[in-house]
């Protein structure tokens, strides 16, 4: 299934509704902020815009689904109302959170658990037909860093992804609502991070677009001794063509405007 934008891999643009996410958390609290946020976003060319109420950094603490929508649902329909035709994401994990965010508006659900946590998710979905990210990942923001063994990243991560599919077909899900993200940062080191990127074709499968979120993230920070999230754009920004090179379909992003810049160029090059 081809995207709205066409040929091109196309940008997903992060707002962080959280205190406490690692790159810019607390800069977005609130209707107001989140739709300036979403408002520049778009202009700097978002095609998709991501919007996260619970910070899934290595050591969060869960807020749990209350405080969740409480965050999240007044940035919605703010960003709803102003922006009726934009293509909004919602962050959760939770099915509860995804219900209430499918009936305020929102039209994609990016899961982080791969539909582990939380089966009721994939019914919601499965009951509005609606795109869902499946992304890898184990264990959950406290523990995965210490669930980093594999035989070989590539294939294991794979083939976690086919099961997650298949919990995700068996709840009703249709397999032309699915898209791939091998989950970077997440219960991976920096080696298997870098191994990911440089076989990414193989994580290629018919139908299924793929999401490759690299932004900021520490693996990049590791390689280009750069402590601070958001000075991390020019290594962001070589994950982002290598990713294109090697087959995604979309990247998520904080710095939408360079990595548009990116998608431009990449497109133009016919995916390099």
């Known amino acids: ?23 810019d958390g607390g800069r977005y609290e609130g209707a107001a902020a989140a739709l300036r946020q979403a408002e520049r976003l778009l202009r700097q060319g978002a095609d998709v815009l991501d919007l996260g109420a619970q910070s899934t950094r290595p050591g969060a603490a869960e807020v749990g689904v209350e405080t969740e929508l409480e965050r999240l649902l007044p940035a919605l329909h703010a960003i709803r109302a102003a922006r009726p035709q934009a293509i909004l994401s919602i962050d959760t994990f939770w099915g509860a959170v995804a219900e209430a965010a499918l009936a305020a508006g929102a039209d994609w659900i990016n899961d982080v658990s791969g539909g582990r946590r939380d089966p009721s998710l994939l019914k ?6 609606c795109r869902l990210v499946l992304m890898h990942s184990r264990g959950d923001s406290r523990s995965m860093d210490q669930q980093c063994q594999y035989n070989d990243v590539v294939a294991d991560v794979r083939q976690e992804l086919e099961q997650a599919s298949q919990r995700a077909l068996a709840a009703g899900v249709v397999r032309g609502q699915l898209i791939w993200d091998p989950g970077l940062g997440f219960a991976k080191t920096t080696d298997q991070n870098l191994e990911l990127l440089r076989r990414l074709d193989e994580l290629k499968a018919p139908g299924l677009p793929l999401l490759v979120g690299p932004s900021r993230k520490r693996f990049i920070g590791e390689v ?13 920004a070589a994950v982002c063509a290598l990713a294109v090179a090697r087959g995604a379909d979309l990247i998520r992003v904080h710095d939408v405007a360079p990595m548009a810049q990116v998608m431009r160029m990449a497109g133009a090059l016919g995916k390099c």
């Open 224 to 236: 280009v001794g750069e402590t601070r999230p958001c000075a991390r754009i020019w290594g962001t």
């Open 124 to 129: 919601a979905v499965a009951g509005q037909g």
């Open 1 to 23: 299934m081809h995207f709205p934008w066409g040929p091109r891999a196309g940008v997903m643009g992060v707002i962080n509704l959280t205190p406490d996410s690692f790159s």
